[in-house]
């Protein structure tokens, strides 16, 4: 098993967690997993009495972004569950592993720490490595298929059984809003230094409603959705770059399947990391583009009716929108949501956002003949 460094801070920490929860073998190491803006996470790996190694994932959800973290839980749990029976029962195509949950030895699907801290154990998915930036068009078509699988997959949750964690998550009028106000009260005097990029989505403003007005207007539906579908956050077979498995499954909730579709191609299209700061970088490629429209439309075209398929680029333009207001909702505010790893981070992240947005405006109309064309051949 690959150890990079032996913290033994993170020693104590994964062994003490990962021994409360009913995994097999002796703790052996721990690391940690440098991925997502939002939990904490873990890899541990134990040996079993015939010597060899079984890894698992240890995470902490965030309880300054997830209020109710047994909400969140409950819902991973009926989430997990669903897809695990239905795989195995109708083997749908979701590349062949799951996340399973395993229970603490109290019982419950989680452990609490000393400092109020909730914990789960995922199974470790083995062969697997996931891209912050995709390197080529197969891996954007896998993604793109496999979370148009898991939208059907949990197509038929009951809607009761799984609560919405964060209100008005890809509200992005409400988004809008917020951002406003935040530079209204300007907390932390950044606010003259961010004039351009605030002008710039004040233009905007109006595509912020237009999802919104298609759900108000009966056009769209709301489904039970992923909600998080950066690119990172699917398990890519590191030899096939095949997509194994869909991860991050705590906004799992009522959704568009636009919102995940617009923020494969807001991680996917471009070749610059969400935190790059040299703006030259950042493209709308097109094979990419076309590759997600592809994938998801192979997995997903059953379902998804006709005013959906022809917000597919525009979903993009808006989820980069949405995520630029996010950055800079929460730069202005003084850093209090994303981690952040150096000062100006979600400030650099908001400006490639920014730059994508404009990027996808210059090819929108090429974007919208491709999808057309894919659909006539799908229908
Ligand atoms: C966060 O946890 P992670 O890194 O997958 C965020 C997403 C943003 C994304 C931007 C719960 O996702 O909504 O699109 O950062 N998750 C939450 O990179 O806010
Ligand atoms: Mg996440």
Redesign the pocket.
């Known amino acids: 098993m690959p150890q990079h460094k032996i913290d033994p801070q993170v020693q104590e920490l994964v062994a003490t967690i990962g021994n409360q929860f009913a995994v097999q073998g002796e703790f052996l190491c721990g690391e940690e997993i440098h ?5 904490s996470t873990y890899s541990g790996t134990f040996c079993l009495a015939d010597g060899s190694l079984q890894r698992y994932v240890f995470q902490s959800i965030n309880r300054k ?1 997830f209020k109710d973290p047994y909400t969140v839980m409950r819902n991973v749990e009926c989430v997990t569950r669903h897809i695990n029976a239905k795989v195995l029962r109708v083997k749908k195509d979701l590349g062949g592993q799951t996340l399973n949950l395993f229970p603490a030895r109290t019982g419950g699907a989680w452990v609490e720490d000393a400092h109020g801290g909730v914990w789960r154990c995922y199974n470790f998915i083995e062969g697997c490595v996931t891209y912050d930036v995709v390197e080529n068009t197969r891996q954007a078509y896998q993604a793109a298929r496999a979370f148009g699988s898991f939208q059907d997959l949990v197509s038929d949750l009951d809607a009761g059984s799984i609560k919405e964690t ?1 209100p008005d ?1 890809h509200n992005t009028r409400k988004r809008f809003h917020r951002l406003m106000q935040v530079a209204a009260e300007d907390p932390c005097g950044r606010l003259a230094a961010v004039r351009d990029e605030l002008e710039f989505v004040c233009e905007r403003e109006t595509l912020t409603g237009v999802l919104l007005d298609g759900i108000a207007a009966g056009a769209i539906p709301l489904r039970v959705t992923h ?2 579908t ?1 690119i ?2 699917v398990m890519i077979d590191a030899e096939t770059d095949e997509a194994v498995c869909v991860i ?1 499954l ?2 799992v909730m009522p959704g568009l399947a636009l919102y995940d579709f617009g ?1 494969l191609v807001r ?1 996917a299209t471009s070749p610059a990391a ?1 935190d790059e700061t040299d703006l030259a970088r950042v493209q709308m490629q097109m094979p990419m583009f076309e590759a997600l429209v592809e994938g998801y439309l192979d997995s997903a075209s059953d379902f998804i009716n006709d005013t959906e398929i022809e917000h597919l680029a525009f979903a993009g333009k808006l989820m980069s929108l949405e ?1 630029g207001i ?1 950055f800079l909702t929460d730069h202005i505010e003084g850093d209090v ?2 981690k952040t790893h150096r000062p100006n981070h979600n400030l650099d ?1 908001c400006r490639t956002q920014l730059r994508l947005v404009e990027r996808i405006e210059a090819r929108e109309n090429d974007m919208n003949s491709f999808v057309r064309k894919v659909r006539k051949g799908k229908r």
Request: aromatic share 12%; glycine share 4%; hydrophobic share 25%.
């Open positions: 991925s997502g803006h939002i939990n972004v964060i998550f909600n998080d950066k990172n956050n991050d705590d906004t923020d991680s969400e995520v996010r949501y994303f992240r």
